[in-house]
């Protein structure tokens, strides 16, 4: 059974720091693509980063480069979103995504919510 499952979220101070972390199970965690996406009210999902299966390459969404780093354990099979200056902007519920290989299993987390706020 699939489970992707997200941790950490919570309510922070403008400039805080927050670190997610989203452990998955029922699958090869070490061949699958992972991302982070987020939805704040009102709007449309969007794509804040993803790494790649052995955690070479990493790529970000323009909003978050530099304050926001995405890193993987695969032992642990677990993706990090480590999340530095954060902004009202930042609030959202954010999701984490796990893809296959060749189109093969794409799976998501429920969601945990991050709101930036004073």
């Known amino acids: 059974q699939v489970q992707v499952v997200e941790s950490g979220g919570g309510l922070v101070q403008p400039g805080g720091s927050l670190r997610l972390s989203c452990v998955v199970s029922?699958?090869?965690?070490?061949?699958?693509?992972m991302s982070w996406y987020r939805q704040a009210p009102g709007k449309e999902r969007e794509l804040v980063g993803g790494i790649t299966n052995g955690g070479g390459k990493t790529n970000y969404a323009d909003s978050v480069k530099g304050r926001f780093t995405i890193s993987r354990d695969n032992a642990k099979n677990t993706v990090y979103l480590q999340m530095n200056i954060l902004k009202p902007e930042d609030t959202a519920v954010y999701y984490c995504?796990?893809?296959?290989?060749?189109?093969?299993?794409?799976?998501w987390g429920q969601g945990t919510q991050v709101t930036v706020s004073s």
């Open positions: 995504n796990a893809k296959g290989p060749l189109g093969y299993g794409n799976y």
């Open positions: 029922g699958f090869t965690f070490s061949l699958y693509f």
